[in-house]
């Protein structure tokens, strides 16, 4: 279940990508198996970073890998790497996270090079308001979301950050749903029963094609996510 659409990134072999904030590392994982690039995943979570690496593995053993992904903890604020280090990078749902997202904006424009291509996306605004109405914790987790953007708001920050826009997109409406039955059943609740269902239709979803035409369509209407494709520009 990717948020950035990878022929729209244009990963291309030989590039160097950075998935910023990669948390599970789908995009990683995904991206390692078509392109024989190298693949820089950073988060501040060692324990994800872990589960990455095991799923690596195993996928290498398999021969399922044509990529090479290295894993590094580090903090989006303060990227260990040159400046223009990077021919692509990917930062999802990472920036509604940081309060200082200016200087997150400016760090990652700052390792990519220039007239190269980064996506990034954040939740809609809307289905933020909706859960955070639906349910008293949806804020106020530790590590949670401190911000909502709203669209003229983002493209502002990342034209000020020296980006193009080239393309936007609506993505993971099925999510608003599970995200919206989280809320309603308790977010503390892991064993509520509805939420479970729904996630195995997220499962199904990403398999089926019917599914996603569905999803496609109900994405124009009830999206969690708002993806940016841009080029820097600098």
Request: charged content about 25%; proline content about 3%; glycine content about 6%.
């Amino acid at each position: 279940m990717l948020t950035v659409k990878l022929n729209l990134l244009q990963i291309l072999d030989k590039d160097i990508v950075l998935d910023a904030g990669c948390g599970a590392g789908r995009h990683t994982m995904e991206a390692s198996k078509w392109h024989d690039s190298k693949f820089v995943a950073v988060d501040r979570s060692l324990s994800e970073l872990k589960r990455l690496k095991y799923v690596l593995d195993l996928m290498a053993e398999k021969g399922e890998l044509k990529g090479n992904a290295v894993l590094i903890v580090g903090d989006v604020l303060q990227l260990p790497f040159k400046d223009e280090s990077f021919t692509k990078i990917i930062c999802t749902e990472v920036l509604e996270h940081l309060y200082k997202d200016v200087k997150g904006i400016k760090e990652l424009v700052r390792v990519l090079k220039n007239h190269e291509e980064m996506a990034i996306s954040v939740p809609t605004p809307y289905t933020e308001h909706l859960f955070g109405n639906l349910s008293y914790e949806y804020f106020r987790t530790p590590g949670g979301h401190v911000r909502i953007y709203k669209k003229r708001e983002l493209l502002q920050k990342l034209r000020y950050g020296g980006l193009k826009i080239l393309y936007i997109c609506r993505e993971h409406a099925f999510h608003s749903i599970f995200w919206m039955l989280k809320c309603l059943c308790s977010l503390e609740n892991q064993n509520a029963l509805i939420p479970a269902f729904w996630e195995q239709i997220l499962i199904f979803s990403a398999r089926l094609k019917l599914l996603k035409k569905i999803e496609n369509f109900w994405n124009n209407l009830f999206p969690k996510s708002i993806v940016i494709y841009t080029r820097k520009e600098v």
